[in-house]
């Protein structure tokens, strides 16, 4: 027996055990005649057939749909890494549904798949558009996803957090569950698989053809711009069906091809076929789990969060697996210019940090408009201002290592989960573990971003820490401690009303000793990165440079990964994840003309102090009397502004 069928041995085994579990414990005391016999005065035959039977069903068939859907959109894109989840096409359906469900309700009259599949499209068409500036390379499709889920994630938390009353029901639907209350899902679901299946029947032929090659499959008739856009809108209306019916399903989509091909398919053909099996058995399995694990926990996790889970591993996987990538996002961005007075620069952003910082501390906006207070709200006040300034900082200085390390414009700690993992240390911390000391917090933070660390560079070690692979494995690890967290806020425990919060990016909790710790720890990390501008320049030059300057240059890369990993669990701790400054603080002194390491990093420090206040500050009062997280402005502000930049290049 090879690997292939030792492992599809392995998983129809496990199915089976867990639905022989799972129809002992739902049929307890009933016979399996119970599933056809209308009983309306016995509950747990309606509990039964409403209920149970209906999961199964939706169960396999939103697997299915979208095991299909992951398989039409790689091989589309000749990319294996493509999927609903990592396009943002999920993220659009779900940001749709809430904009209808809060501002236009009678939209959902025509129906939920309609509004869903609207946003999808318009997610689908915007990521290929970016990724179209890099001929729909594997990095270039990912990283562009990567945005559009951000931000519409980013979107519909701010929404979230206005008008909680009412979008909880939209909240938990977003988690993905599978819970039912009839067959009316099942039905919708069963019709769009049925035609699904007619659609992808046509398109084998042409789908096949890719596999040539583009030159070859378009001098047998295959129309190239024609095929795409009809394969991608058939994939994005089946995932947004999923979606509308069922909520956010992750990673199912890039589960089920990868396993196909694990299985032995090589053959576009057979990939059709059996990605929307394994797709239906997966996430069949996973739910079955949950079923099991749920009365014990005493919750109801969201399938959707654990999907999750499977993924990113699965991820790591391929990412192992895959060739390596073009070199085409390796090289540095063009410096258009060089300002000719960069101390000017860097005087004019210490003058806009000031101001920023003065109008936050002392301006407001309250019952009687704007006004200017004497002082009265500076304890309050002064504690949220240090920290995000001092996160602010220390963001902006990882963010132009990162940059300079890897030679990529796009890099930062947030991509490479060096974040997620320093929030989820203290998440651990914080619900885990039942404390919430300062130092407790801060060890969990540390070793949190350690391990992030450790992984990133087990990955990328045999590749020499490339950018393409760095970027790729954080990606996946990103996603990892997002499972966590939604496992973790899913808990039923009060306090994760509150780590929500600070998971968005929040100075909310900030104390005064809290404020003072994060500023020393600021000026100690500054004291080092100023320290770390050489090895970083001769790295920056290649290898043979920098070993002819004295450093060693896999030696030099850990320890500087090791400084931006301290860099991020610091202003973690403080403010909790941010996204998105670490990368614009850098762009934006490109920009204005740093060219060089020294100036750019000189000048991107300000910035990111001004950025993560101004946030902060615009935050407090951009919807009173209602609050946004910082981390929330700056995504919703960040995110239109790196779309723009990944358009602009060439």
């Known amino acids: 027996m090879n690997h292939a069928s030792r492992l599809m041995t392995a998983l129809l085994l496990a199915i089976a055990l867990m639905t022989a579990a799972s129809i002992q414990h739902n049929l307890a005391g009933l016979s399996l005649d119970s599933l056809w016999e209308v009983s309306p005065t016995n509950w747990q035959t309606l509990l039964l057939q409403y209920s149970w039977a209906p999961r199964q069903a939706v169960a396999l068939i939103a697997g299915a749909l979208l095991g299909l859907s992951g ?303 004497n002082g009265e709200l500076l304890p309050w006040r002064w504690p949220r201002v240090t920290a995000a300034g001092c996160a602010g900082l220390l963001l902006a200085a990882s963010g132009v290592i990162m940059q300079r390390l890897l030679a990529n414009p796009m890099a930062s700690p947030e991509l490479l989960g060096v974040s997620s993992g320093a929030a989820i240390g203290i998440a651990v911390v914080m619900i885990g573990l039942g404390t919430a000391s300062l130092a407790a917090q801060l060890m969990g933070a540390t070793f949190g971003a350690l391990i992030a660390l450790g992984m990133i560079i087990a990955l990328s070690h045999r590749v020499q820490y490339q950018a393409s692979h760095l970027i790729l494995a954080g990606i996946a690890l990103t996603a990892l401690m997002e499972g966590l967290a939604v496992l973790m806020t899913a808990s039923g425990d009060p306090r994760a009303v509150a780590l929500m919060s600070w998971l968005s990016g929040s100075t909310y909790r900030v104390s005064p000793s809290l404020a003072l710790s994060c500023a020393l720890a600021a000026a100690l990390l500054l004291m080092l ?56 603080a850098p762009h934006i002194a490109r920009q204005l003309g740093a060219a060089s390491l020294q100036h750019q990093l000189i000048l991107a420090m300000p910035i990111g102090m001004a950025l993560l206040i101004s946030a902060d500050w615009v935050g407090r009062y951009l919807i009173y009397p209602w609050q946004l997280p910082a981390g929330l402005v700056t995504t919703l502000l960040g995110g239109p502004y790196l779309l723009w930049l990944m358009l602009k290049r060439n």
């Open 529 to 584: 990165v100023l320290i770390a501008r050489r090895p970083l320049q001769a790295i920056a030059l290649g290898d043979s440079i920098s070993r002819n300057s004295g450093f060693a240059p896999n030696r030099s890369r850990l320890a500087l990964l090791i400084l931006v990993a301290a860099c991020s669990a610091a202003a973690t701790l403080a403010v909790g994840p941010m996204s998105f400054v670490s990368l614009m």
């Open 71 to 373: 398989c039409l959109m790689q091989q589309c894109l000749r990319n294996p890494l493509a999927s609903p989840s990592t396009l943002g096409v999920s993220a659009g359906a779900q940001l749709s549904l809430t904009l209808a469900t809060l501002y236009a309700p009678s939209l959902l009259v025509i129906g939920r798949n309609s509004i869903a599949i609207i946003g999808a499209l318009a997610a689908a068409a915007l990521a290929l558009a970016l990724a179209s500036r890099r001929q729909f390379s594997p990095l270039a499709v990912v990283l562009a996803g990567l945005l559009l889920s951000l931000y519409c994630g980013a979107a519909s938390s701010a929404l979230l957090l206005m008008r909680h009353d009412q979008l909880a029901s939209v909240f938990i639907w977003g988690g993905g569950s599978l819970v039912q209350n009839g067959w009316q899902s099942a039905q919708t679901l069963a019709l769009t698989l049925a035609a699904a299946t007619l659609g992808a029947t046509v398109l084998i032929r042409p789908l096949s053809l890719l596999s040539l090659g583009e030159q070859a499959a378009s001098a047998l008739g295959v129309r190239l711009g024609t095929l795409r856009i009809a394969t991608l809108t058939l994939a994005a209306i089946l995932s947004a069906i999923v979606v509308a019916e069922v909520g956010v399903i992750g990673f199912i989509g890039l589960a089920a091809p990868a396993l196909a091909r694990l299985c032995g398919c090589n053959r576009f053909g057979h990939q059709l076929l059996w990605s929307p099996l394994l797709g239906a058995l997966t996430l069949w399995g996973v739910d079955l789990c949950l079923q099991l694990v749920g009365p014990i926990s005493g919750s109801q996790i969201p399938t959707g969060a654990v999907t999750g889970l499977f993924g990113a591993p699965l991820l790591m996987l391929l990412l192992a697996r895959l060739p390596k990538l073009s070199p085409q996002l390796e090289t540095n961005h063009h410096q258009s210019w060089h300002h000719p007075h960069p101390q000017a620069l860097v005087f004019g952003a210490m003058a806009f940090t000031i101001l920023a910082t003065l109008a936050a501390l002392y301006s407001g906006f309250g019952l009687q408009g704007w006004s200017l207070d």
